[in-house]
Nanobody, 118 residues
Framework: QVQVVESGGGLVHPRGSLTLSCVAS????????MGWYRQAPGKQRELVAA???????EYADLAKGRFTISSNSAKNTVDLQMKSLKPEDTAVYYC????????????WGQGTQVTVSS
C-alpha cells in the first residue's frame, strides 16, 4: 500500500504565498499521475493541478497563472507553489497518486489545511 503524505499547509494572508509538498512512499513512474486537489467546506473536491512522472502538467482554471506544480522523481515528491492567494483558496488540499497500470489504483493523502485570511 502506497502512502501519500502532504505537508506545508497553514495560515497565510491574502496575496501571500505558500508551498505544499507531497511525498509518496514508493517510486513514481513515467505515466503515473500525481495530483493536487482541494475541498472547501460545503463544496465538492476539485482538481487543482496534476503532473505525470514524465513531466506532463495540467492546471485547473483556478490555478492558472498563480499556482505551479513540480516534481522530483528522485525524492518521489510533488510540490504545489501557490502565489497571490485569495480567501476563496481556503480549503483542505489533498494529494493523490494514480498508478498507470491496471487496475489503476488511487492513493490519497490525509490532506493539509490552507487558510487564507487577514
Amino acid at each position: 500500500q502506497v502512502q501519500v503524505v502532504e505537508s506545508g499547509g497553514g495560515l497565510v494572508h491574502p496575496r501571500g504565498s505558500l508551498t505544499l509538498s507531497c511525498v509518496a512512499s514508493e517510486s513514481i513512474f513515467g505515466s503515473d499521475v500525481m495530483g493536487w486537489y482541494r475541498q472547501a467546506p460545503g463544496k465538492q473536491r476539485e482538481l487543482v493541478a496534476a503532473i505525470t512522472g514524465g513531466g506532463n502538467i495540467e492546471y485547473a482554471d483556478l490555478a492558472k497563472g498563480r499556482f505551479t506544480i513540480s516534481s522530483n522523481s528522485a525524492k518521489n515528491t510533488v510540490d504545489l507553489q501557490m502565489k497571490s492567494l485569495k480567501p476563496e483558496d481556503t480549503a483542505v488540499y489533498y494529494c493523490k497518486l494514480v498508478r498507470s497500470t491496471f487496475p489503476f489504483p488511487e492513493f490519497w493523502g490525509q490532506g493539509t489545511q490552507v487558510t487564507v485570511s487577514s
